[in-house]
């Protein structure tokens, strides 16, 4: 398992950040590498983000010295989405098989834990959120039949989209991760305009489906200071709690979101005014 470690940025700090500087901080450039678990463990509400693309045979996930516990889920749960071909996950000796587009919670106290991808091929490739957890949940396959839908936007502001929710209250339980996937129609290039933030937890972006030459500017920063990053297919952002998070494509796109903090309430949100934005 490859971890990196992301610290804290202040807002103060943070505006003043180079193109690279605000790179560095807030992008995860390689989500997916082949044989690999590779994570990023942030110190926002301390999730950890990433990708596992298993190619030549399963991959295993342990835990070390970053977690302080003999395995990964002794005090954590997680998410994931499967993005890429047909894959397996084994939990404690159970096989889940996850289609494209299938979602897997994974509850706290699972000890094995191997990833596989049915045809090496076209390998699985599952984008990964993991929180702190209290208390172990049920694990559950969630396909997206399955996920609550929200449809929200219109084709006048170019933002028509459907919020596909996997890990949450009216889903399955969970401690304090939720988690889903934004469908935008065809036609639209705007998510989650006009923007919020939330002061009471932190969020992820990965975008993907994006065509080779297409990118995705996303926006952040105070609603009063506002930055962007340009975004490549499979890549994805973390956003502190005090930051915006909106992003406009050159073309489609998919995007994941993961959020984890102070409650599950996925309505809680501070909204800008559009005229309030700098």
Known sequence: MKLETRYSTHPEDSKFYTT?????HY????????????FVYSHNDRIIAGGIMPVN????????KELGTEFFFQRREAGVINVGGAGKVKLDGEVFDMNPEDGLYIGM?????????????????????????????PTRIITL???????????ENLNKRTINQYVHPDVVESCQLVMGMTKLEAGSVWNTMPCHTHERRMEVYFYFNLNENDKVFHMMGQPQE???????????????????????????????WGMCGENIEFTDMDHVDMKDLR
């Open 27 to 38: 992008l995860i450039e390689e989500v997916f590498a082949a044989d690999e678990a590779s």
């Open 226 to 256: 506002t930055r962007h990053i340009v975004v490549s297919n499979e890549q994805a952002i973390i956003s502190p709690s005090w930051s915006i998070h909106s992003g406009v494509g050159t073309g489609k796109y998919t995007f994941i």
């Open 145 to 155: 039949e399955e996920a609550k839908k929200v449809h929200l936007g219109s084709t």
């Open 20 to 24: 690279e500087e605000i790179r560095d």
């Open 57 to 64: 045979g399963e991959v295993k996930l342990g835990a070390g």
């Open 109 to 137: 106290g699972t000890k094995d834990v191997e990833f596989m991808s049915v045809d090496g091929e076209n390998p699985a490739k599952f984008y990964f959120n993991s929180a702190p957890a209290h208390h172990g949940y």
